[in-house]
């Protein structure tokens, strides 16, 4: 059915799980989903849904992020994708350690071009941090990618994202995002916020609310997800003459 894979990227790893047929009726996708521990994240999602977020003609890659001071544990390394100057959406963002990590996540994006999925066949997203990633990644540098999702994730409140969008006049990927009501890390209002202010700015979104949810996965949010990658990323036959 499947195999594990590790791709590395310069001194970084990438926890691959690829699900695909191997006849030649199916075209393969790429989903990229932004998280802390590629790894970690993987086992999280297989432990809240009883499986793998797996499907038959899409390639999941679960990228790891480097090891960095991070300010807001007083600069202890922590595998985060970028640093920040507080957990806060009113504050300026650490925009040096965004913008290389959007450059290292290219080389990543651009190597699955380069293997034959085409870019509106890629979906980038993540939970938390990623999900910021995933929307910096997307909205600013690859806005012809076929979505991006964001789980429990925030941007900034002066967010270069923002700015990029204002400037923007072309069709932008879609986004799906979801938040718990009782998330106390991410609040639930910078999650909303987000939304809003993208939705002004031209993205088509859609934001799903979760009782009594903290900073964590649920099962139904992950089925809903399944559900919306789906319908971004069908199984395409080809046609073939007879």
């Known amino acids: 059915m499947g195999n594990n894979e590790e791709v590395p990227v310069k001194d970084f790893q990438y926890l691959s799980?690829?699900?695909?047929?191997?006849?030649?009726?199916?075209?393969?996708?790429?989903?990229?989903?932004?998280?802390?521990t590629g790894q970690g994240v993987r086992a999280w999602m297989k432990q809240v849904l009883s499986q793998d977020l797996a499907f038959q003609h899409i390639k999941v890659i679960y990228p790891t992020a480097p090891a960095r001071p991070y300010t807001p544990m007083k600069g202890a390394l922590s595998t985060v994708w970028f640093d920040r100057y507080k957990i806060s959406n009113d504050c300026p963002e650490h925009i040096e350690t965004i913008d290389s990590m959007c450059k290292l996540l290219t080389e990543l994006i651009n190597e699955e071009i380069k293997n034959g999925i085409q870019k509106d066949r890629i979906l980038l997203g993540g939970f938390s941090m990623g999900g910021c990633m995933a929307?910096?990644?997307?909205?600013?540098?690859?806005?012809?990618?076929?979505?991006?999702?964001?789980?429990?994730?925030?941007?900034?409140?002066?967010?270069?994202?923002?700015?990029?969008?204002?400037k923007n006049e072309s069709i932008l990927p879609e986004l799906f995002q979801c938040h718990g009501t009782v998330d106390e890390l991410v609040l639930y209002s910078w999650g909303e916020e987000t939304n809003k202010t993208l939705k002004s700015l031209g993205v088509t979104a859609s934001f799903l609310s979760f009782p009594n949810l903290y900073h964590e996965l649920k099962k139904d949010e992950l089925e809903e997800l399944r559900t919306w990658i789906l319908k971004k990323l069908p199984e395409e036959i080809m046609k073939t003459n007879k």
């Not at 799980?17 to 802390?36: H, I």
């Not at 997307?138 to 409140?157: E, M």
């Open 135 to 166: 929307m910096h990644l997307a909205y600013r540098y690859h806005q012809d990618v076929a979505g991006v999702f964001a789980l429990s994730s925030f941007l900034n409140k002066t967010s270069l994202v923002y700015q990029a969008l204002c």
């Open 17 to 36: 799980k690829v699900l695909s047929n191997c006849g030649s009726s199916t075209r393969k996708s790429s989903g990229l989903k932004s998280g802390d």
